[in-house]
Protein backbone atom coordinates (compact mmCIF):
# COMPACT_ATOMS: atom_id res chain seq x y z
CA UNK A 1 0.00 0.00 0.00
CA UNK A 2 1.27 3.56 -1.36
CA UNK A 3 1.69 6.67 1.29
CA UNK A 4 -1.08 7.94 -0.62
CA UNK A 5 -3.54 5.24 -0.32
CA UNK A 6 -6.20 5.72 1.94
CA UNK A 7 -5.90 3.97 5.38
CA UNK A 8 -8.89 1.62 6.25
CA UNK A 9 -9.68 4.18 8.67
CA UNK A 10 -9.66 6.79 6.50
CA UNK A 11 -12.18 4.56 4.18
CA UNK A 12 -14.52 3.77 6.81
CA UNK A 13 -14.75 7.72 7.55
CA UNK A 14 -15.84 8.34 4.25
CA UNK A 15 -18.44 6.01 4.26
CA UNK A 16 -19.44 7.04 7.95
CA UNK A 17 -19.84 10.84 6.72
CA UNK A 18 -21.54 9.98 3.53
CA UNK A 19 -24.30 7.38 5.48
CA UNK A 20 -25.12 9.84 7.98
CA UNK A 21 -25.06 13.17 5.24
CA UNK A 22 -27.52 10.93 3.31
CA UNK A 23 -29.74 10.00 6.53
CA UNK A 24 -29.68 13.37 7.86
CA UNK A 25 -30.82 15.16 4.88
CA UNK A 26 -33.66 12.59 4.55
CA UNK A 27 -34.58 12.20 7.92
CA UNK A 28 -35.67 14.21 10.77
CA UNK A 29 -35.65 13.64 14.47
CA UNK A 30 -38.48 10.94 15.56
CA UNK A 31 -38.23 9.82 11.58
CA UNK A 32 -40.16 6.36 11.71
CA UNK A 33 -37.54 3.10 10.78
CA UNK A 34 -34.38 5.33 11.34
CA UNK A 35 -32.65 5.12 14.58
CA UNK A 36 -33.74 9.14 14.75
CA UNK A 37 -37.15 7.90 15.88
CA UNK A 38 -36.19 8.35 19.99
CA UNK A 39 -33.53 8.66 22.13
CA UNK A 40 -31.70 5.58 23.36
CA UNK A 41 -32.68 4.56 26.85
CA UNK A 42 -29.01 5.23 28.08
CA UNK A 43 -29.76 9.14 28.22
CA UNK A 44 -32.36 9.00 30.60
CA UNK A 45 -31.05 6.54 32.74
CA UNK A 46 -27.71 9.13 32.61
CA UNK A 47 -29.79 12.26 33.42
CA UNK A 48 -31.45 10.43 35.91
CA UNK A 49 -28.00 10.08 37.96
CA UNK A 50 -27.47 13.64 38.02
CA UNK A 51 -27.21 16.13 40.16
CA UNK A 52 -30.50 18.00 40.14
CA UNK A 53 -29.86 21.28 42.41
CA UNK A 54 -27.33 22.88 40.31
CA UNK A 55 -26.64 24.05 36.70
CA UNK A 56 -24.55 21.14 34.94
CA UNK A 57 -22.71 21.26 32.41
CA UNK A 58 -22.86 18.03 29.45
CA UNK A 59 -20.71 17.13 26.43
CA UNK A 60 -23.19 15.04 23.44
CA UNK A 61 -20.14 14.01 20.96
CA UNK A 62 -21.73 12.98 17.85
CA UNK A 63 -24.48 14.71 18.88
CA UNK A 64 -25.83 14.30 14.82
CA UNK A 65 -28.87 16.37 14.77
CA UNK A 66 -29.70 16.19 18.46
CA UNK A 67 -31.13 12.74 19.43
CA UNK A 68 -29.50 12.74 22.70
CA UNK A 69 -29.35 16.94 22.75
CA UNK A 70 -32.97 17.17 23.29
CA UNK A 71 -33.35 14.79 26.05
CA UNK A 72 -30.43 16.77 27.62
CA UNK A 73 -31.50 20.37 26.92
CA UNK A 74 -35.29 19.16 28.68
CA UNK A 75 -33.76 17.19 31.04
CA UNK A 76 -31.00 19.02 32.97
CA UNK A 77 -31.53 22.25 35.40
CA UNK A 78 -32.08 26.15 34.18
CA UNK A 79 -28.56 27.38 33.85
CA UNK A 80 -27.23 24.13 32.39
CA UNK A 81 -24.39 23.99 29.30
CA UNK A 82 -25.28 21.18 26.45
CA UNK A 83 -21.70 20.89 23.88
CA UNK A 84 -23.31 19.26 21.20
CA UNK A 85 -20.23 18.21 18.69
CA UNK A 86 -20.57 16.30 15.64
CA UNK A 87 -18.03 16.23 12.77
CA UNK A 88 -20.55 17.12 10.41
CA UNK A 89 -21.65 20.81 9.59
CA UNK A 90 -24.53 20.10 8.18
CA UNK A 91 -25.97 18.01 11.05
CA UNK A 92 -24.50 20.93 13.28
CA UNK A 93 -27.11 23.41 11.49
CA UNK A 94 -30.13 20.89 11.40
CA UNK A 95 -29.25 20.66 15.38
CA UNK A 96 -29.03 24.47 15.91
CA UNK A 97 -32.52 24.45 14.02
CA UNK A 98 -34.29 21.64 15.61
CA UNK A 99 -33.00 22.56 19.32
CA UNK A 100 -35.62 23.47 21.29
CA UNK A 101 -35.59 26.50 23.79
CA UNK A 102 -35.95 25.04 27.34
CA UNK A 103 -36.01 27.16 30.07
CA UNK A 104 -32.39 28.88 30.72
CA UNK A 105 -30.25 25.55 29.39
CA UNK A 106 -27.70 27.06 26.71
CA UNK A 107 -26.67 24.74 23.93
CA UNK A 108 -23.37 25.32 22.32
CA UNK A 109 -23.24 23.50 18.93
CA UNK A 110 -20.02 22.62 17.55
CA UNK A 111 -18.62 21.06 14.39
CA UNK A 112 -15.63 19.23 15.11
CA UNK A 113 -13.62 15.99 14.99
CA UNK A 114 -13.81 14.29 18.44
CA UNK A 115 -10.23 13.69 18.53
CA UNK A 116 -9.83 17.18 18.60
CA UNK A 117 -12.29 18.74 21.16
CA UNK A 118 -11.26 20.41 24.11
CA UNK A 119 -13.20 19.94 27.48
CA UNK A 120 -14.11 22.83 29.74
CA UNK A 121 -13.64 22.14 33.78
CA UNK A 122 -16.50 20.93 36.10
CA UNK A 123 -18.00 18.67 33.48
CA UNK A 124 -20.88 16.40 34.66
CA UNK A 125 -21.79 14.55 31.58
CA UNK A 126 -19.82 13.66 28.39
CA UNK A 127 -22.28 11.19 26.49
CA UNK A 128 -20.66 9.91 23.41
CA UNK A 129 -23.45 7.38 22.01
CA UNK A 130 -22.30 5.25 19.02
CA UNK A 131 -19.16 7.80 18.73
CA UNK A 132 -16.12 6.79 20.59
CA UNK A 133 -15.15 3.93 18.02
CA UNK A 134 -15.52 6.32 14.98
CA UNK A 135 -11.80 7.84 16.39
CA UNK A 136 -8.57 6.49 14.88
CA UNK A 137 -6.85 4.64 18.22
CA UNK A 138 -10.03 4.61 20.23
CA UNK A 139 -8.63 2.99 23.13
CA UNK A 140 -6.40 5.75 23.75
CA UNK A 141 -8.37 8.73 23.83
CA UNK A 142 -9.13 10.11 27.23
CA UNK A 143 -13.11 9.87 26.75
CA UNK A 144 -12.92 5.89 26.33
CA UNK A 145 -11.03 5.02 29.39
CA UNK A 146 -13.27 3.88 31.96
CA UNK A 147 -12.98 4.49 35.60
CA UNK A 148 -9.31 3.28 36.80
CA UNK A 149 -7.88 4.20 33.27
CA UNK A 150 -6.96 0.79 32.26
CA UNK A 151 -6.79 2.49 28.34
CA UNK A 152 -9.79 -0.30 27.08
CA UNK A 153 -12.37 1.41 25.95
CA UNK A 154 -15.72 1.48 28.00
CA UNK A 155 -17.65 1.16 25.06
CA UNK A 156 -21.49 2.53 25.81
CA UNK A 157 -23.41 1.60 22.29
CA UNK A 158 -26.51 -0.01 20.88
CA UNK A 159 -24.49 -3.24 20.08
CA UNK A 160 -26.23 -6.16 21.40
CA UNK A 161 -22.91 -8.15 21.52
CA UNK A 162 -21.31 -5.92 23.83
CA UNK A 163 -22.50 -4.61 27.18
CA UNK A 164 -20.96 -2.02 29.05
CA UNK A 165 -20.51 -1.39 32.56
CA UNK A 166 -23.57 -0.06 34.17
CA UNK A 167 -24.10 3.54 34.73
CA UNK A 168 -23.45 4.33 38.45
CA UNK A 169 -24.55 7.11 40.53
CA UNK A 170 -22.06 9.76 42.13
CA UNK A 171 -24.18 9.95 44.75
CA UNK A 172 -24.82 6.49 46.05
CA UNK A 173 -22.78 3.95 43.69
CA UNK A 174 -25.94 2.33 42.62
CA UNK A 175 -26.28 1.07 39.18
CA UNK A 176 -29.22 2.58 36.83
CA UNK A 177 -31.75 0.29 35.65
CA UNK A 178 -35.38 0.95 34.38
CA UNK A 179 -37.40 2.71 31.59
CA UNK A 180 -36.01 5.95 29.91
CA UNK A 181 -37.61 8.64 32.85
CA UNK A 182 -37.70 6.33 35.73
CA UNK A 183 -35.29 6.51 38.50
CA UNK A 184 -34.68 2.77 38.92
CA UNK A 185 -31.75 1.64 41.18
CA UNK A 186 -30.14 -1.67 41.74
CA UNK A 187 -27.40 -2.59 44.26
Not at 74 to 81: A, M, N, W, Y
Not at 90 to 95: E, G, M, Q, T
Not at 156 to 177: C, H, Q, V, Y
Request: glycine content about 10%; cysteine-free; aromatic content about 6%.
Amino acid sequence: MSDDAPSDFDRARRETVRYHEELYAGASLGARGTWLARPHPLIFEAIALLPTGRPLVAYDLGAGIGRHTVPLIEGLPDGSVVHAVDLLASAVRRLEQLAPASGSTRVIAQQADLADVEFDRGIDLVFAFSAIEHLPGASGHPAAAPEGGDGDPAWWRDRPRRRGRPLRSRRDGRAATGAPGERHHRA
